[in-house]
């Protein structure tokens, strides 16, 4: 065999590898190992390349990958649960600026034809990827406002970019890719798609950001493909591909656990009237406050408690304490179990990892569809850092979360909101759930307030 | 089969195997699977390897090694942020 036959050979070892690991991360029992068949499969494709390629400036690209991984290993291994989607939107971003940085390279060696479309494809789309994704990392970070931002002309704006990008990559094709114009084209071409990014992720309100998150993701992916197809590497091209149409699909099924179509997720701020939010009913309505003691007694006499776990828990690293509360109530013979929403915390499965982080046994975490029936036969909810995933306001038409599913919690008997402040939930709507007769609150930090309820239910 | 023809047969290949792997998925899985598809992406590394080693010129040299520390922190930085996601799974299904 020749030298190629041996590198496409690994390459195509490589190739399966990284489609077993997405089959293996389908199922919770196999997860684990799928991720590290596809991290194996990825460092055989880097020394694959190291080995087999004639590269100039060979210690400068090692050194840049001792960088890169010294940066992302520390990083990945402190960030604390709670930040993880944050951070796997700003590893997507750079992923797109890596592959759209390898277009420009590439650009003059890229001939015409096909190879050519592809590589102003990959500026496109890596551009828009990479600022998009650290426009989303900002509103998670909530460095920037949650949200929805619509600025003066924002569709005129949005559109403008984009045909700007196309006509100024049609510049750069009619050039071949070389000369002055040319690069001139491309880097234009890249600010452009740059400014789209920006402009497609500002309308999206908070909520929706993780779907946001998979379909940049998903537009890496296709980046990457493009550039395997420019720089005939078929690992690249199955690779981003598979991500690619993976990722679209993904997007599909969080889209429709949220229950509304991917277009008015990220559109529907764009058409207008979803943006009012919390100025509606005033949020100076009297609500009933409770002490950790009453919420102790409620709990003790109840027959079957259920609690709603969201991101003020997780914030507030509450997991732990939550558990304990969970134990001393079965000890006293009350029925606990969890109902987590599809999208409790800031993603899909969030709070599932982090109730596991806390060791809830698994039995006791129910899904929506499971736990939807049982509210009206249950004594106690209580609701710890969760809004918008029970606020009612889903079920009519006309607010920002309209057509979400929702946890059915006012049907229970009573229902204990803990809560830092009345400030709204993600959506930033008013949960008219606050104000019901049979609701009371306990205002403080979600671990401090359920310490006192666990004080309190020892003492009684 | 000519060499373009053969990377859209991939291609297209491809897309069906990548819809085919993830239809299946748990609600609960969603998040490591997006994570994890996000870490193989980062493969993207290969490309900015091959094109900073074949670069000639200071600011070509300069883009391909920057090319190359952000798709490294996209692969290594997703590998093991998946795997410490799905660290608080183990034993689960043993419960």
Redesign the interface.
């Known amino acids: 065999m020749t030298k190629q036959n041996w590198v496409d050979l690994a390459y195509l070892v490589?190739a399966v590898c990284?489609?077993l690991?997405?089959?293996g991360?389908?199922?919770?029992?196999t997860?684990?190992n799928?991720?590290?068949l596809?991290?194996f499969g990825?460092a055989l494709?880097?020394v694959t390349?190291?080995v087999s390629?004639?590269?100039?400036?060979?210690p400068?690209?090692l050194?840049?990958?001792l960088?890169?991984?010294a940066?992302?290993?520390p990083?990945?291994?402190r960030?604390p649960?709670t930040a993880?989607?944050q951070?796997?939107a700003l590893?997507?971003g750079?992923?797109g600026?890596?592959?759209a940085?390898?277009a420009?390279?590439?650009l003059p060696h890229a001939g015409s034809g096909?190879p050519l479309v592809a590589s102003m494809f990959t500026i496109v789309i890596g551009s828009i990827s990479f600022s998009g994704s650290v426009v989303t990392f900002l509103k998670l970070q909530e460095v920037i406002t949650t949200r929805p931002v619509v600025l003066p002309g924002h569709p005129l704006l949005f559109g403008g970019s984009l045909l700007a990008a196309a006509a100024l990559s049609v510049v750069a094709y009619a050039q071949h890719g070389t000369g002055t114009v040319a690069t001139a084209a491309a880097l234009l071409t890249a600010a452009a798609s740059l400014a789209a990014g920006v402009l497609f992720v500002l309308p999206v309100g908070g909520a929706d950001v993780p779907i946001v998150?998979?379909l940049l993701?998903a537009f890496?992916?296709l980046s990457?493909?493009a550039?395997?197809?420019v720089?005939?590497?078929?690992?690249?091209?199955?690779?981003?591909?598979?991500?690619?149409?993976?990722?679209t699909?993904?997007t599909r099924?969080?889209a429709q656990?949220m229950g509304r179509p991917l277009t008015s997720t990220l559109f529907g701020a764009l058409r207008g009237g979803s943006t009012a939010g919390s100025a509606g009913p005033g949020s100076d309505r009297p609500v009933r406050a409770a002490s950790p003691d009453d919420v102790a007694i409620l709990l003790n006499y109840a027959h079957r408690v259920i609690v709603v776990p969201g991101y003020g828990l997780a914030v507030a690293q509450a997991q732990h304490t939550v558990r304990e509360l969970a134990d001393l109530l079965a000890e006293r013979d009350v029925e606990v179990q969890y109902g987590i929403h599809?999208v409790a915390g800031r993603?899909?499965?969030?709070m599932?990892?982090?109730l596991?982080?806390a060791n809830v046994?698994?039995?006791q975490l129910k899904?929506m569809d499971e736990v939807n029936p049982q509210f009206a036969t249950t004594d106690v909810v209580l609701v710890i850092g969760a809004n918008d995933v029970v606020n009612p306001a889903a079920r009519q038409p006309g607010t920002p979360i309209s057509g979400m599913p929702i946890l059915d919690v006012d049907q229970a008997q009573n229902v204990i909101f803990l809560k830092r402040s009345m400030r709204p939930g993600f959506a930033g709507i008013d949960n008219e759930l606050l104000y019901q007769p049979n609701t009371s609150l306990l205002f403080g930090d979600a671990k401090e307030s359920l310490t006192k309820v666990v004080a309190a239910l020892k003492a009684l | 089969m000519s060499?373009?023809m053969g990377?859209l047969t991939?291609?297209v290949l491809?897309?069906?195997?990548?819809?085919e792997?993830?239809?299946?998925?748990?609600?609960?899985?969603?998040?490591?699977?997006?994570?994890?598809?996000?870490?193989?992406?980062?493969?993207?590394?290969?490309?900015?390897?091959?094109?900073?080693?074949?670069?000639?010129g200071a600011v070509?040299?300069t883009?391909?090694?920057?090319?190359?520390?952000?798709?490294?922190?996209?692969?290594?930085?997703?590998?093991?942020?998946?795997?410490?996601?799905?660290?608080?799974?183990?034993g689960?299904?043993r419960?």
């Open positions: 490589a990284f489609i690991a997405l089959k991360l389908s199922s919770p029992r997860a684990r799928g991720n590290l596809g991290a990825a494709a880097v390349v190291l390629a004639d590269l100039h400036h060979l400068l690209i050194g840049a990958i960088v890169g991984a940066a992302a290993v990083t990945s291994r960030v649960m993880m989607p951070l796997v590893f997507n750079v992923g600026g890596a592959a940085i390898v420009y390279l590439e096909f998150i998979s993701n890496t992916g990457v493909a550039s395997g197809y720089l005939d590497n078929v690992l690249l091209l199955v690779a981003g591909t598979l991500v690619g149409a993976s990722g699909l993904l099924l969080m656990a599809p993603m899909p499965g969030h599932n990892v982090l596991a982080e046994p698994y039995d899904e | 060499g373009g990377l991939v291609f491809s897309v069906f195997v990548g819809f792997v993830v239809s299946k998925v748990s609600t609960t899985l969603h998040t490591p699977l997006m994570s994890g598809a996000n870490a193989i992406h980062g493969v993207i590394l290969v490309g900015a390897i091959l094109v900073t080693g074949s670069a000639s070509e040299v883009l391909g090694l920057v090319a190359t520390v952000l798709a490294t922190v996209n692969m290594v930085g997703g590998f093991v942020v998946t795997d410490r996601m799905l660290e608080m799974f183990k689960k299904s419960v």
